[in-house]
């Protein structure tokens, strides 16, 4: 009878197992599509900061009720478990974020949020850590809340959540690092979330089998032990407190966030601006160099951006000429607006740019060059501003503003790409430099 009970006993652990792990292994892609849908601006009409909690809150439903399923009928008063996941991720999600806003956003800027880039060097790795710290936390303190008061020994989970979690993180780290350029395939995704939700339905998985199993072994009036009304006060004061958090800081917190920063230091990096012999790198600035009259060259920035301020450091060099400093906003494509600067002939074109499969058509916005105010051109460096909120750009040159314009066609360019580039009009051999170049979100 006893034999019997404990080959029972043995397959209701297997199948627990084998459901835990099919569970979370379904989880990882579905958090991937919810976290991409809900962070896209166009999804929803808010504030990063609304979206990061939004997102978390999102995380937590979802890998909260999926974890519900297997263990409600071998946890008393599971449902507790779904609200403080949510709790736990939407909290998690918001300390990462504001963690890289106030106090994190040099590092990763620097490394325009290329986490495969961001790892391999020290600040980054510990920058990096400190984020993924924040954001996993706070999920497994407030589940083991829900464990200590029905299981034995509970705190074994925190560090069962945070082994699995650290495991399969690497599994996704280790997986764009070896692939080559950091281009990964569709198998290796595959493989990568078969593999990283492996490690962790394992690692946790096997923890909450051990200390379910010796709850089991207790008497029944100690394994029913109800969750302390502290214990769900507290949970629904993180949830309303997560909420007031973020309300905070979309009404107070009004420094914007830098999202890219670029000083050609890096050698590594600097190799992405160097797409022909027009571009260069001199004494750490970025030189374009047009040698032909009439023609001009651009290369682009990492990173897509919606609205933003942009600002950079730009040198003209050698004596003053006709040649523009260009900048190509939201480039994408469908098309762009180019603004072209002349510093040295204080003027300025705007045009619009729309593409219909091979074709471009150049709409112009200042109706051809017009003249900018006064401007004092410097040979130390010139501070070069440009501002996009929605339809509406502006261009600031060494503190002026030189020209605000906005786009009322039916059709607008919302997103894109930033490019930086140099024309030469008749004068041959012309050259700009850019550097220190900051984008913010607005």
Known sequence: MLAEEETKQTRVNWVFLLQWVIVTIATIPALIFTAGFLSQPQVLMINTAGRVVVVGVAVGIVTGSLQWAVLQSHLPQAAWWILATIDGFGAGFLMSYAAIRIILYTVF?????????????????????????????????????????????????????????????????????????????????????????????????????????????????????????????????????????????????????????????????????????????????????????????????????????????????????????????????????????????????????VKRGDQETQLDITDGWINTPDLELKTIGNELKVTAQGNAFTLWFNGKEIIQFEDNDEIIYTRGAINIGAGAAETANIAYEYDDIRIWNP
């Open 109 to 353: 800027a620097r490394f325009h949020y290329d986490y495969l880039e961001l790892v391999k060097h020290p600040a980054g790795l510990l920058s990096f850590i400190t984020v993924i710290a924040l954001a996993i936390a706070p999920p497994g303190i407030l589940q083991w809340l829900i464990l200590r008061k029905q299981v034995p020994k509970a705190g074994w989970w925190l560090l069962a959540w945070l082994l699995g979690v650290t495991g399969s993180l690497g599994i996704f780290l280790m997986t764009g690092l070896i692939s080559p350029g950091g281009v990964v395939s569709v198998t290796s995704v595959v493989l990568m979330i078969i593999g990283a939700g492996t490690i962790l339905a394992v690692i946790t998985g096997v923890s909450l089998l051990v200390l379910l199993n010796q709850k089991r072994k207790l008497t029944e009036q100690a394994s029913m032990l109800p969750i302390s009304r502290r214990t769900v006060i507290a949970l629904i004061i993180g949830l309303i407190t997560t909420l007031a958090i973020d309300l905070t800081i979309v009404l107070v917190l009004s420094r914007p966030a830098l999202i890219f920063s670029e000083r050609f230091e890096e050698n590594e990096q600097n190799k992405r601006y160097l797409t022909s012999p027009a571009f260069s790198i001199k004494q750490g600035r970025l030189r374009i160099t047009i040698d032909q009259s009439f023609t001009g060259v651009a290369v682009a920035l990492p990173n897509q951006y919606d609205d933003f301020t942009f600002l950079t450091s730009l040198f003209p060099v050698g004596e003053p000429h006709d040649g523009s400093a260009n900048l190509i906003l939201r480039y994408s494509s469908a098309g762009w607006y180019e603004i072209q600067f002349r510093p040295g002939q204080q003027q300025i074109h705007v045009m619009k740019v």
